[in-house]
């Protein structure tokens, strides 16, 4: 297995700087600069998937590398959906990493070995009908860490309950690595310490809060931004970290 760097994300995803990462709902310099500039720490874009909550498709890794060769010059964090059914290649792989690409995430049960050879840290995601045999099958993965994507298609959008809360909650304790969050549900500044109580390591934020606009993203993320970092000035304490 490689020996993947420490990195930016992987130091602010460990030490409990909940950095605020932005998953972007096309692939538009646009958009990726307005959730820069909003506060947004790192970047996370898509390949070989169509996404659920928006309808848009995202195409391969040769069908979006100019894209992503643009995106790699605003030197911010980045990481990559790798896909579904079709994922790159090792070659594709190694070149995701020689932008700058720094993980990858996938569903666990998409999941084909050879992703597992690159250079990208590994972020498999937990889905809305995972066990805990997969969670551990996760945590058999070296240096890797972990997305809870885990809210059911027709919750997509509604506020965060106590149920999202304990069931975050369970993950975290369980896996002892770094969890990111993404905003299946309307996520908001007000959740903001609410998750990191519930050992989350970083909200991910997609299209149903951030839009589809440059302003909607701005308006979005800044607050949240805010939230987030009032965290760390505050020391709240956060469980679930290795």
């Known amino acids: 297995m ?17 950095p605020v990462i932005v998953s972007l709902a096309r692939h538009d310099l646009d958009l990726a600069k307005a959730a820069i500039g909003a506060g ?25 590398r100019p894209f992503f060769e643009r995106l790699a010059t605003l030197d911010v964090p980045l990481l990559v959906m790798a896909g579904q059914e079709n994922v790159p290649s090792a070659q594709e792989m190694d070149a995701l990493a020689d932008l700058g690409f720094e993980g990858f995430n996938i569903y666990f049960s998409d999941m084909q070995p050879h992703l597992l050879q690159s250079r990208l840290r590994p972020m498999p995601a937990l889905g809305e009908r995972s066990t805990d045999e997969d969670l551990q099958k996760i945590l058999e993965i070296p240096g890797a860490m972990m997305e809870a994507s885990v809210a059911a298609f027709e919750d997509y959008g509604k506020p965060v309950n106590e149920s ?40 991910l934020l997609g299209v149903i809060v951030t839009g589809t606009t440059s302003q909607s993203m701005d308006v979005a993320v800044k607050p949240v931004v805010e939230a987030a970092r009032s965290l760390n000035k505050a020391s709240l304490p956060s469980s679930g970290l290795r």
């Open 164 to 203: 999202d809360l304990a069931r975050y909650r369970d993950i975290t304790t369980k896996a002892g690595i770094p969890v990111i969050a993404p905003s299946q549900k309307r996520f908001t500044a007000e959740d903001m310490p609410r998750l990191k109580e519930a050992g989350i390591a970083a909200p």
């Open 40 to 64: 947004a720490f790192a970047i996370k874009v898509h390949l070989n998937a169509y996404h659920r909550a928006t309808g848009t498709t995202f195409g391969s890794f040769s069908e979006e």
């Open 2 to 18: 490689p020996n993947y760097p420490e990195t930016r994300l992987t130091r602010a995803l460990r030490s409990g700087e909940f």
